[in-house]
C-alpha cells in the first residue's frame, strides 16, 4: 500500500474513532441525564413534583364534570360522623365534592385522582381561588366571574344562605370576568406543573362556563341529553346530611377555613390516574404508607360500576384491599340505580342517587373470599 495512503487512512481512522468515543460519551451523558432526572423525580417532594411522580398518562370520560351530580352525597357525611371517620389521608376521584368530605374528616392530607387530566387542572383552578380570596363570598365571586362587592370582608360568619343570596344579586362584569380568569393562570403558573396552551385554553373555558351560568350551572354529559333532575351548584350548596344539618364545605366559615389552610400547604394533591390502572393508584398507597398515615375515606363516586361493567373491577379492588387503613377506615360510592333500575334499599326519598359507606376491611375480606357475584352484590352487601 503507498505509505501517503496508508498514512491517510491511518488518520481517518483516528479521526473516526474521536467521533466514536465523541458520540458514546455524548450518548452516555445523555442516559446519564434522564437517569438522574427520573431520580429527582423520585425524591421531589414539591406540590408540582408530587404531582408529577404519582400521575400517569390521562384517560378519556364523556363528561367534563364541572360540579357532581350526586344530591346525596352529603349523607355520607353522617355516616362518616356515626362511624368516627377522621384525620389520615384522604383519597377522592371528581371536582369539588370532595372538598365537603374533608372538611368533616379533617384529613392531614389529600389525593384527587381522575383518569381524565382536566380534573387536575379543574383543582388547580381552584388552588388559586382559595389563594385568591379571604372568605367564602369571595371564593364564590371569584369562582363564578362576578365582581367582589366591596364590603366582602364582612361576610366572613354570614349564614350561608345569605351568602348565596348576595352572589345571586351580582351581575356579571364581563371585564372583570376575564381579568380574574387571567388572574388565576398567573397563580397557577407560580405552582410549577407544566401546563400547555391547550391547558391553560381549558381552564380558562371552565372558567368561562362558571361565568356564564353561575349557581346555576349542572353536570352534563357528551352525547346525553341534559338531566333535570341534575342539581344545581345552588342546590349542591344548600343540601343537607342526613339529619338535616348543612355539611357543605361552604355552609361554614370553620370548614371553608380549613380547606384554605389545607391548600396553603399544598396538601390537596390532584393527580392523573386510573383507579384500575398500575401506576397512579398503587403509588398513591405507597405514598401514604411511606408518610406513615392510613387512609381515613376512598371517595369512588360510582366509578366502579364503569369498571365492572369493563371487566376491571378487580384490578382496583385489589390496590384498595391494600390501602393502608385501620379499623375507622371506609370507602365511599354513589349508586344511581341498580339491576332493572331499581333503587338501592337504602336510597332516601327525593334522590335519585343513593351515598353509601363501607368499611374498608369488609371491602378487603370480600374481595380476599371473591365475595362479590354482581355489581349489585358490591353495592349492597356491607354497605350502610
Known amino acids: ?17 474521536l467521533l466514536l468515543a ?9 442516559v446519564v441525564t434522564r437517569a438522574a432526572q427520573a431520580a429527582r423525580l423520585q425524591t421531589d417532594t414539591s406540590f408540582a413534583g408530587t404531582v408529577a411522580r404519582l ?6 370520560f364523556d363528561s367534563d364534570n364541572l360540579i357532581s351530580n350526586e344530591t346525596s352525597y352529603l349523607h355520607a357525611v353522617s355516616k362518616l360522623r356515626a362511624l368516627g371517620v377522621s384525620g389520615g389521608a384522604y383519597v377522592g376521584v371528581g371536582p369539588d365534592q370532595s372538598f365537603s368530605y374533608l372538611a368533616a374528616i379533617r384529613p392531614t392530607v389529600a389525593y384527587l385522582i381522575d383518569i381524565r387530566r382536566d380534573n387536575l387542572l379543574m383543582h388547580l383552578m381552584f388552588k388559586a381561588l382559595f389563594e385568591r380570596s379571604r372568605n367564602r363570598l369571595e371564593y364564590l365571586c371569584r369562582w363564578l366571574g362576578r365582581p367582589v362587592p366591596g364590603d366582602a370582608a364582612a361576610w366572613r360568619d354570614r349564614p ?11 351581575t356579571v362584569d364581563p371585564a372583570s370576568a376575564t381579568a380574574e380568569s387571567a388572574a388565576l393562570l398567573r397563580l397557577i403558573a407560580t405552582y410549577g406543573v407544566p401546563l400547555s396552551s391547550a391547558d391553560s385554553f381549558t381552564i380558562q373555558r371552565f372558567h368561562s362556563e362558571f361565568t356564564r351560568l353561575g349557581l346555576n350551572i349542572r353536570f352534563t354529559s357528551a352525547g346525553r341529553a341534559p338531566r333535570t333532575h341534575y342539581p344545581t351548584l345552588r342546590q349542591l350548596i344548600l343540601e343537607r346530611d342526613l339529619e338535616g344539618g348543612q355539611a357543605n364545605y361552604l355552609a361554614t366559615r370553620d370548614g371553608w377555613d380549613f380547606l384554605k389552610e389545607l391548600q396553603s400547604r399544598n396538601r390537596i394533591i390532584p393527580v392523573v390516574g386510573d383507579l384500575a390502572g398500575s401506576r397512579a393508584f398503587p403509588a398513591i398507597s405507597r405514598e401514604i404508607a411511606t408518610r406513615g398515615e392510613r387512609v381515613s375515606a376512598l371517595y369512588v363516586s360510582n366509578v366502579e360500576m364503569y369498571l ?6 378487580d384490578a ?15 370507602i365511599i360510592r354513589s349508586v344511581f340505580g341498580g339491576g332493572g333500575g331499581q333503587f338501592h334499599p337504602l336510597n332516601n326519598p327525593g334522590h335519585v342517587s ?19 357475584t354482581s355489581y349489585w352484590d358490591l353495592v349492597t352487601l356491607g354497605n350502610r
Do not use: N
Open 308 to 313: 365492572w361493567r369493563d371487566g376491571r373491577f
Open 22 to 30: 465523541i458520540s458514546g460519551a455524548g450518548l452516555t451523558r445523555g
Open 1 to 17: 500500500m503507498d505509505r501517503r495512503l496508508a498514512l491517510g487512512m491511518s488518520r481517518i481512522g483516528a479521526t473516526a474513532l
Open 316 to 330: 382496583f379492588a385489589r390496590t384498595a384491599a391494600a390501602l393502608p387503613r385501620d379499623s375507622h377506615s371506609v
Open 354 to 372: 343513593t351515598q353509601l359507606v363501607q368499611a374498608l376491611d369488609d371491602f378487603a375480606d370480600r374481595h380476599r373470599r371473591s365475595g362479590w
Open 160 to 170: 350561608i344562605e345569605e351568602i348565596i343570596a348576595r352572589v345571586d344579586s351580582l
Open 55 to 60: 400521575s400517569e398518562d390521562p384517560g378519556y
